[in-house]
């Protein structure tokens, strides 16, 4: 049983991770250290440097950089350039660091390319969300629902299966919403 809940919590994090990437990062380092996970194991496994002091030092650098460089004007495009490459690469970690207590041995690398492809379809969604938002960024709402969602990932892992479901839908769902905006502006060669 712990193995599934591991595999949840890490689907819902790393499918998090593609909305706001440090967020989900910030609030596994800090349950998993303070022990408040239900069950699945993160200590004593491949990756339990994630919750060591550097690992806390990194994400809270990530957090003021995070920040910065969506408050600060000149730090926005730079922002948005390394917004897509950080969310698959926390994606990727959170997933099989979720998965490593659970399995002895490499199994959890399994997890980097299932956590990138969640992560993928969370920044797919999130740029819906701004789509249709008519080029505004959700800001504080979005931070809110990340942190109050992630938290619940870590202290109700079943729930990281319908989180994940529910992603994949709505990219499904963007992906339908931009082919229908688009469809009249293509050009015929």
């Known amino acids: 049983m712990a193995a599934a809940w591991a595999i949840a919590a890490g689907a819902g994090l790393a499918s998090l991770a593609?909305?706001?990437?440090?967020?989900?990062?910030?609030?596994?380092?800090?349950?998993?250290?303070?022990?408040?996970?239900?069950?699945?194991?993160?200590?004593?496994?491949?990756?339990?440097?994630?919750?060591?002091?550097?690992?806390?030092?990194?994400v809270l650098a990530l957090i003021v950089l995070d920040i910065l460089m969506t408050r600060v004007k000149a730090l926005i495009g730079i922002g948005r350039n390394l917004q897509l490459g950080l969310s698959v690469a926390v994606g990727a970690?959170?997933?099989?660091?979720?998965?490593?207590?659970?399995?002895?041995?490499?199994?959890?690398?399994?997890?980097?390319?299932?956590?990138?492809?969640?992560?993928?379809?969370?920044?797919?969604?999130?740029?819906?969300?701004?789509?249709?938002?008519?080029?505004?960024?959700?800001?504080?709402?979005?931070?809110?629902?990340?942190?109050?969602?992630s938290i619940m990932m870590m202290l109700v892992p079943p729930a990281g299966y319908l989180l994940a479901v529910i992603v994949l839908f709505l990219a499904s769902r963007v992906r339908r919403l931009r082919r229908l905006k688009y469809k009249g502006l293509r050009v015929l060669a």
């Open 93 to 149: 970690l959170l997933m099989s660091a979720a998965i490593a207590g659970a399995w002895p041995g490499a199994v959890h690398f399994v997890g980097i390319p299932v956590g990138a492809a969640l992560a993928l379809a969370g920044t797919y969604d999130r740029r819906g969300i701004v789509m249709v938002g008519e080029g505004r960024d959700p800001g504080p709402a979005l931070d809110f629902s990340v942190v109050i969602l």
């Open 18 to 58: 593609g909305f706001r990437a440090v967020i989900p990062l910030a609030i596994y380092v800090l349950m998993a250290r303070l022990g408040w996970v239900w069950g699945f194991q993160v200590d004593d496994n491949p990756l339990d440097f994630m919750i060591s002091n550097a690992a806390l030092a990194v």
